[in-house]
């Protein structure tokens, strides 16, 4: 009876750490947007990329690109799609490793227009 419930135990328990696993799934585009820039001035990014931001925050915002850059480009080329991605990451690791001169350069790799013409769907 003990390694019924030993057993019954163990496989409950992997059971949970499968479902957390699942659970944690890439955001979509909208998701990241709302997180890395909703807030205009207030945003994720504008405290990152202004360098007000702390370690913790920068490695959030990377971590939004990271979950952005795995979601298929919505429209448009998905090669611009990439280039675009991989730019962003660039700063975004660059601001995380230090280099507080990849703020300005974050800020313009992420101008809206720049991704919302080439990639936004109409609504």
């Known amino acids: 009876m003990r390694k019924w419930i030993a057993a019954t135990a163990a496989t409950m328990a992997l059971m949970g750490v499968v479902?957390?696993?699942?659970a944690v799934e890439k955001k979509t585009i909208k998701?990241?947007?709302k997180a890395a820039h909703g807030g205009g001035a207030n945003s994720l990014l504008a405290k990152v990329a202004g360098g007000k931001g702390t370690?913790?925050?920068a490695e959030k915002l990377l971590?939004?690109?990271e979950d952005l850059a795995k979601n298929d480009?919505?429209?448009g080329s998905a090669e611009k799609w990439k280039e675009k991605n991989?730019?962003?990451?660039?700063h975004a690791k660059a601001i995380?490793?230090?280099?507080?001169s990849a703020g300005a350069k974050l800020r313009a790799a992420t101008n809206c227009m720049k991704c919302?013409?080439?990639h936004k769907p109409a609504d």
């Open 55 to 57: 370690k913790e925050d």
């Open 96 to 100: 995380v490793n230090g280099d507080a």
């Open 63 to 65: 971590a939004l690109y």
């Open 31 to 33: 998701q990241v947007m």
């Open 19 to 22: 479902c957390s696993v699942q």
């Open 116 to 118: 919302h013409n080439d």
């Open 86 to 90: 991989d730019e962003i990451l660039k």
């Open 73 to 75: 480009a919505p429209r």
